[in-house]
């Protein structure tokens, strides 16, 4: 593909190999391969790091938990995210795609990563994040509502009261620390993983665009393994996957994701501190007409943001 070329809005993120590309079934496989391994040896490294220091690799996070274990229990998630995810992300695309793509040649063609997005189209895509809250809550309550299996439902409990001890942030430390683990980290190694890598090969594979951006979000909801909120995880996959075939920029999903968790953190940082009296962790119920205008709201920035994509191209 030349430089000058056009890209519009919903066109494949893979125009122009300069070498035959992999296999789909090849890339997957490696990303699944490498995940394993790249986990294995984060895992090992944090049994390491305890060894030394005396630490239990085993610790419990609650909710009156001190604030030093909830410090072991962030070094513990946040090299195991970045392992398992960014580390595995990158190394999947580095080595299928360093030198086929593009007249540059390079990875970051792969992934429509060199150029930072327009900021119309950044605002109108966390526009989408913010309007789509109300509909994403009330998949929640629903998912909520659906019978679980007792091993289910246990491993939900531990996650939850794990989360909770997290969320304890007696200063701005803390909250720095959970926006880099909640929100940074896994905006950037889950966009890697899902977005780039799985929606990317899935797209290459089927013919049906909606059909390879809704598998990859159901993929990444089932990779949290987190039940309770498989729907509205599945729902906020399927947006930002949309958002990333629609837009051809790997940073705008990044900083989506971003957004979307890190809004969440620091909304219970504000009310441990007093600030709002939006308490996060409870269940927040929403009615169904706050959903049905939520969904209004977002098929409305849907077609703000590809108005905005399609002037952008002819500007261009």
Known sequence: MEDNETILPGESPIQAPR????????VLLAQIGLMILCSGA??????????TLGWDPQLALHETSPAPERWQVRLQLGMAHFFGFFGSGALTVWIFYRGITQNRTSWPDYLRSRNWPPASTLLLSLLLMLVSVPLVLYTLNLNQQLPLPELFKSAEDQAETALKGLLQME???????????????PALGEELVFRGVIQQQLMRRIPNPWTAILLASVIFSAAHMQFEGFIPRMLLGFILGWLYWQTQNFWVPVLCHFFNNGLQV??????????????????VQVPWPFAAISLFMVLAVVRLIQQNLAKNATAT
Request: glycine residues 6%; charged residues 20%; proline residues 4%.
């Open 171 to 185: 200063h701005i430390g803390e909250l720095l620390a959970n926006l880099s683990l909640i929100a940074l980290l």
């Open 42 to 51: 984060g895992m090992l490294l944090y049994m390491l790091i305890c060894k």
């Open 19 to 26: 070498l035959p590309e992999p296999m789909v079934a090849q």
């Open 266 to 283: 620091l909304g219970q940082y504000l009310y441990k501190q007093d600030l709002t009296a939006v308490d996060l962790e409870k269940d």
